[in-house]
């Protein structure tokens, strides 16, 4: 097909529309950002890979998470402090105990290794009479005193198949921020378990 003088393409229709739905690109590669998970705030750097997704939004890989432009100044943020302001109110409005008001009268801590890593399972007896748990692949979390037989049910798995078992003596566990949840038999769990009561 020959071009005739001053004719125009599809591509030439198409091309301001091309242009302007471009989704903007707010996060670059090795930035930190900051994630706010309830009343927590991570901090992430932006990875290499970002993507459009819903027609108008972009997603972007994080270290060990993902965002979009549309959590960006919601819970997603370049300077810590307005994160640290929206985690505080969450953490106005909602059930919760601080790491740092954590209490335990006793813990029980084993250790062992698995592909290399060393694995630390534990329960902190709470001066409340309550638990908190950290063992499993479950969240940490504090529960009843129904849930040591599971514990102690994986520790005897752990000693029969497991030559690196040691028990831990003063073990000082870093507890996390726990939220209300809704579980049957946990009373509160951390930030990333996504049945809180919210």
């Known amino acids: 097909m020959k071009q005739c003088e001053g004719q125009i393409s599809l591509m030439d229709l198409l091309a301001p529309v091309i242009r302007t739905a471009e989704i903007p690109c707010l996060l670059h590669e090795g930035q930190t950002v900051y994630k706010v998970v309830r009343g927590d705030v991570e901090t992430h750097t932006v990875q ?4 459009t997704c819903g027609g108008n939004n972009r997603g972007y890989d994080l ?11 919601k819970i ?21 105990i601080l ?16 592909r290399g890593r060393e694995i630390v399972q534990s329960y902190s007896i709470l001066e409340d009479g309550t638990f908190y748990f950290k063992y499993g692949s479950m969240y940490e979390h504090i529960g009843k005193e129904v849930e040591i037989k599971k514990f102690e049910e994986e520790r005897q798995h752990c000693i029969e198949r497991n030559d690196t078992y040691a028990v831990l003596e003063n073990y000082k566990p870093q507890y996390k921020n726990m939220y209300k949840c809704g579980h049957s038999s946990w009373v509160y769990a951390e930030a990333r378990y996504e049945y809180i009561n919210d």
């Not at 290499?48 to 993507?51: A, E, G, L, Q």
């Not at 270290?63 to 100044?73: A, C, F, L, P, R």
């Open 48 to 51: 290499k890979r970002t993507w």
């Open 63 to 73: 270290d060990g998470d993902v965002t979009w432009n549309s959590q960006i100044g």
């Open 76 to 96: 997603i943020f370049t300077s810590r402090e307005p994160a640290e302001r929206v985690a505080q109110e969450y953490l106005a409005e909602y059930e919760h």
């Open 99 to 114: 790491a740092e008001n954590i209490r335990a009268t006793g813990v029980i801590a084993y250790r062992y290794e698995y």
